[in-house]
């Protein structure tokens, strides 16, 4: 079994699952948890990282078409294996509860939807009027 969800570096809390870095690079900040878990094939790159929303997500989704879903799954089912727990929490750094923020996280979870008609539901609060995908 494999539960998804999202939230940011900040919001986490240990009682959500386990907590997976899915960006480039680590927080140079303190975390109040451990955090020992990355997936880079799910961090964008840095080819299109500062493009628009519209450039971004075409790019991020033509990569996660490439690598598939069976992949990305059999990469977090090591994670749930290792950890003993199938609720893993997507993290990077964007706070979407502030007005027109969208983040790679969200792009993900709408394409893993759409790839295996399973929800990823972020954990923070999200701004309603952004231009979320």
């Known amino acids: 079994m494999l539960t998804l969800f999202t939230n940011r ?3 986490f ?3 959500q699952g386990v907590p ?3 960006t480039l690079g680590a927080p140079r900040f303190k975390l109040p948890y451990s ?3 990355s997936v880079r094939e799910l961090a964008p790159r840095r080819d299109y990282l500062s493009q628009p929303e519209p450039e971004f997500t075409t790019a991020y989704r033509a990569d996660l078409d490439q690598l598939g879903p069976e992949r990305i799954a059999a990469r977090l089912r090591q ?3 290792a950890e003993g ?3 893993l929490v997507l993290l ?4 979407l509860g502030k007005p027109g923020l969208w983040c790679h996280r969200r792009v993900f979870a709408a394409w893993w939807k759409e790839v295996t008609g399973d929800e990823v539901r972020e ?3 999200m701004d309603q009027q952004g231009t979320l995908i």
């Open 79 to 81: 994670i749930t294996q």
């Open 85 to 87: 727990d199938h609720r």
């Open 13 to 15: 809390q240990p009682p």
């Open 92 to 95: 990077c750094f964007e706070d």
């Open 123 to 125: 954990l923070s609060p």
């Open 35 to 37: 955090l020992t878990h």
């Open 20 to 22: 997976v870095r899915i």
């Open 9 to 11: 570096f900040q919001a």
